[in-house]
């Protein structure tokens, strides 16, 4: 029986070696975000991770990632 697709993408994500998730330099260079704010945004739309991936990796809570995203959004007037 096929997995349902998001069990799918649950299952990949658990199955990636965290250590080949690199972050580069050039994404805190925007001084008008958080770092925080910098990181997220990079491996929300970049890595393309979910949110609750993003919190899982950096041990937050998924409204924390959430938030962060979205006041990124506004500082870069998005």
Same mark, same amino acid.
């Given at each position: 029986?096929?997995?349902?697709? #998001? +069990?799918? +993408?649950?299952?990949?994500? +658990?199955?990636?070696?965290?250590? +080949?998730?690199? @972050?580069?330099?050039?994404? !805190?260079?925007?001084?008008? !975000?958080?770092? !925080?704010?910098? /990181? /997220? /945004? %990079?491996?929300?739309?970049? !890595?393309?991770?979910? %949110?609750?991936?993003?919190?899982?990796?950096?041990?937050?809570?998924? *409204?924390? @990632?959430?938030?962060? %995203?979205? *006041?990124?959004?506004? #500082?870069?007037?998005?």
């Amino acid at each position: 029986m096929p997995q349902p697709q #998001k +069990e799918a +993408e649950k299952h990949n994500f +658990e199955e990636k070696n965290l250590s +080949e998730i690199k @972050i580069p330099i050039s994404v !805190l260079s925007d001084r008008s !975000l958080a770092t !925080l704010e910098a /990181v /997220v /945004v %990079y491996m929300k739309d970049t !890595l393309n991770l979910t %949110y609750h991936q993003i919190a899982e990796l950096l041990n937050r809570d998924d *409204r924390t @990632i959430w938030t962060c %995203y979205n *006041r990124a959004a506004k #500082k870069r007037g998005k």
